[in-house]
């Protein structure tokens, strides 16, 4: 899904719905360690940081080919 959403507790809420669907629906016991969850949880919270978006048609043109299939 790729969406332009100014409000930051829209999207913490959808972040949180979509992280309790992977965990009900996920069956990999892959665990990680703790140094691998502080890394995941530095990547979440940069992925809210405006700078590090991407536009919307750069990403349609980078996945055409997936896109167009």
Known sequence: MV???DNEDVL???YQIMSEIILQTSYDETTL????EVALDIEIEESFIPENLVEHQLVLQKMSRWLNQ
């Open 33 to 36: 360690t703790p140094e691998q």
């Open 3 to 5: 969406a332009h959403v």
């Open 12 to 14: 913490k809420k959808m």
